[in-house]
C-alpha cells in the first residue's frame, strides 16, 4: 500500500516516464527500422544523436539562425549523414568482409562512435554546453509537473511514429522495405533495389534519433557523451519489441520499459535505475531460450523413439 508521499512520487514517476519514454520509443523505432531491414548493427546511431543536437546549437547560436529552421536543417542533415555511412562504410564493408560482414560492420560502427564522439569534442569542446530555444513553460497535472518541450516531444514522437506506419503499410515504399527486410535477395530478383531501401532506411532511422535528440538538448544540456545511453536504450527496446515489429509497437514498448525504469527509483538508487531495464532484456531473452529448448525437446522426442 502507497503513502501519500509514495503515491505522490508514482503519479510523478508515472508522468516523466511516458514523456521521456517516447523519447526513447521514437529512439527505438529508428534503430529498429535499421537493424530489421538492414542486419545492421548501427552503434554509431548514438554519433547520429549527439550530432544532431549539436548542428541544431551551431545553426541557432554561431549562425544566429532561429530555432525552428535551425532544428529542422540539423535532423534532415543528420539523417543524410546517417545515409551516408551505410552507403560509403557499411555497404562496401559488408560486400568485401564476406561471410563476416555482420562482425565488420559491428566493429566499424563501434569505431565510428568512439571516434564520432572525440571528433565532436575536437570541434564543439568537452564542455557541457547550454541548449536554448523556445521559451520553456512548465505545466502541472495530476500533481505531476512538466515542461511544454515534454508535450511537443511526445506529440512529434506519435506523429512520426504514425506517418511510419502508415508509409510501411500503404505506400510502395513501405512494400519494398517490408519486402527486403523479410528477404533482401528475393526482394532483388523482382526488381527492387534493396542498396538503395537500406539507405532511406538509414536516412528514416536517423530522423528519430535527431527529432529525439533535439528535445532532449532542449530539456537538459549538451554533452559530447549524451548520445552513449540513449544508443544502449534503443538497442534494448528493438530487441523486446522485434524489429520486424510494427512502429507503434517498438514505441509503446520504449515508453513502458522508461516507465519501469522511472518506477524502479522508487526502490533503487538512481544510478541503479538502468540495471532494470538490462534485466528485463536478459528475462525475455532467457525465456526466449527456454522456449526454444522446449520447442525442440518436444520434436526431438519421437524421432528417438522410432529409432
Known amino acids: 500500500m502507497l503513502y501519500a508521499a509514495d503515491w505522490l512520487t508514482f503519479r510523478q514517476l508515472t508522468v516523466s516516464g511516458f514523456f521521456r519514454g517516447t523519447g526513447y520509443g521514437l529512439l527505438g523505432v529508428g534503430f529498429a527500422l535499421i537493424l530489421g531491414v538492414t542486419g545492421r548493427?548501427?552503434?554509431?546511431?548514438?554519433?547520429?544523436?549527439?550530432?544532431?543536437?549539436?548542428?541544431?546549437?551551431?545553426?541557432?547560436?554561431?549562425?544566429?539562425?532561429?530555432?525552428?529552421?535551425?532544428?529542422?536543417?540539423?535532423?534532415?542533415?543528420?539523417?543524410?549523414?546517417?545515409?551516408?555511412?551505410?552507403?560509403?562504410?557499411?555497404?562496401?564493408?559488408?560486400?568485401?568482409?564476406?561471410?563476416?560482414?555482420?562482425?565488420?560492420v559491428f566493429v566499424a560502427a563501434l569505431g565510428l562512435g568512439i571516434a564520432g564522439e572525440n571528433v565532436i569534442r575536437l570541434f564543439w569542446g568537452s564542455e557541457t554546453q547550454a541548449y536554448y530555444g523556445?521559451?520553456?513553460?512548465?505545466?502541472?497535472?495530476?500533481?505531476?509537473?512538466?515542461?511544454?518541450?515534454?508535450?511537443?516531444?511526445?506529440?512529434?514522437?506519435?506523429?512520426i511514429v504514425v506517418v511510419l506506419t502508415?508509409?510501411?503499410?500503404?505506400?510502395?515504399?513501405?512494400?519494398?522495405?517490408?519486402?527486403?527486410?523479410?528477404?533482401?535477395?528475393?526482394?532483388?530478383?523482382?526488381?527492387?533495389?534493396?542498396?538503395?531501401?537500406?539507405?532511406?532506411?538509414?536516412?528514416?532511422?536517423?530522423?528519430?534519433?535527431?527529432?529525439?535528440?533535439?528535445?532532449?538538448?532542449?530539456k537538459f544540456t549538451v554533452a559530447p557523451d549524451i548520445g552513449s545511453s540513449p544508443v544502449i536504450y534503443a538497442f534494448v527496446i528493438a530487441f523486446l519489441a522485434g524489429t520486424a515489429s510494427s512502429p507503434i509497437r517498438v514505441f509503446i514498448t520504449g515508453i513502458v520499459v522508461t516507465m519501469v525504469e522511472q518506477y524502479s527509483s522508487m526502490w533503487l538508487s538512481v544510478r541503479w535505475t538502468q540495471t532494470a531495464v538490462f534485466v528485463i532484456l536478459v528475462g525475455y531473452l532467457s525465456v526466449l531460450a527456454i522456449k526454444s529448448s522446449a520447442f525442440r525437446a518436444r520434436f526431438r522426442r519421437p524421432s528417438l523413439s522410432r529409432a
Open 41 to 104: 548493427f548501427h552503434f554509431a546511431y548514438g554519433f547520429t544523436y549527439t550530432l544532431a543536437v549539436y548542428l541544431a546549437f551551431t545553426f541557432t547560436f554561431r549562425l544566429d539562425w532561429p530555432f525552428w529552421p535551425s532544428a529542422v536543417l540539423a535532423v534532415v542533415v543528420t539523417g543524410l549523414f546517417g545515409a551516408g555511412l551505410e552507403r560509403t562504410v557499411y555497404r562496401p564493408l559488408a560486400n568485401n568482409a564476406g561471410p563476416t560482414a555482420l562482425l565488420a
Open 166 to 218: 502508415l508509409m510501411l503499410r500503404y505506400t510502395s515504399l513501405g512494400r519494398r522495405i517490408k519486402a527486403t527486410r523479410s528477404n533482401p535477395d528475393l526482394a532483388r530478383t523482382i526488381g527492387i533495389d534493396a542498396d538503395r531501401t537500406y539507405v532511406i532506411c538509414f536516412f528514416l532511422g536517423t530522423i528519430c534519433a535527431g527529432v529525439s535528440a533535439i528535445w532532449y538538448g532542449l
Open 134 to 159: 523556445p521559451t520553456r513553460k512548465g505545466y502541472t497535472w495530476w500533481d505531476s509537473t512538466f515542461l511544454n518541450f515534454d508535450v511537443w516531444q511526445a506529440a512529434s514522437g506519435v506523429a
